[in-house]
């Protein structure tokens, strides 16, 4: 089970930390992943931690200014979210799975999803 928290209402260029707590004994073996969904839109990825604390992010939209990471102790992952813009706006997920390498930007990868978290940035 995944609760996904930390959303809210900020202004352009502020920022937001959201986590996902993750419940189970196989946290530190799977990869958790961020997507992201806005209104009338496909799901797409943001970020990823792999089990072995390998990082990929969606370069073109937030190259910069996210940052993923993980506290295996807490079985917790965060994803700081600096100088927001508008455009970054939607609904935010975490998964958990355990794609290959070269899959973990696709969601059909990912087999456990949390219940998603509403960030709001205004202009």
């Known amino acids: 089970q995944l609760q996904a928290s930390g959303g809210g209402l900020v202004q352009a260029g502020g920022s937001l930390r959201v986590s996902c707590v993750v419940s189970?004994?196989?946290?530190?073996?799977?990869?958790i992943a961020w997507f992201r969904q806005a209104p009338g839109k496909e799901r797409t990825f943001v970020a990823a931690?792999?089990?072995?604390?390998?990082?990929?992010y969606d370069e073109d939209s937030v190259k910069g200014r996210f940052t993923i990471s993980r506290d295996n102790a807490k079985n917790t992952v965060y994803l700081q979210m600096n100088n927001l813009k508008p455009e970054d706006t939607a609904v935010y997920y975490c998964a958990a799975g355990s794609p290959i390498l070269s899959a973990t930007r696709r969601p059909q990868y990912y087999a456990y999803w949390g219940q998603g978290t509403q960030v709001t940035v205004s202009s």
């Open positions: 189970g004994r196989s946290f530190s073996s799977y990869t």
């Open positions: 931690i792999r089990w072995n604390g390998g990082l990929l």
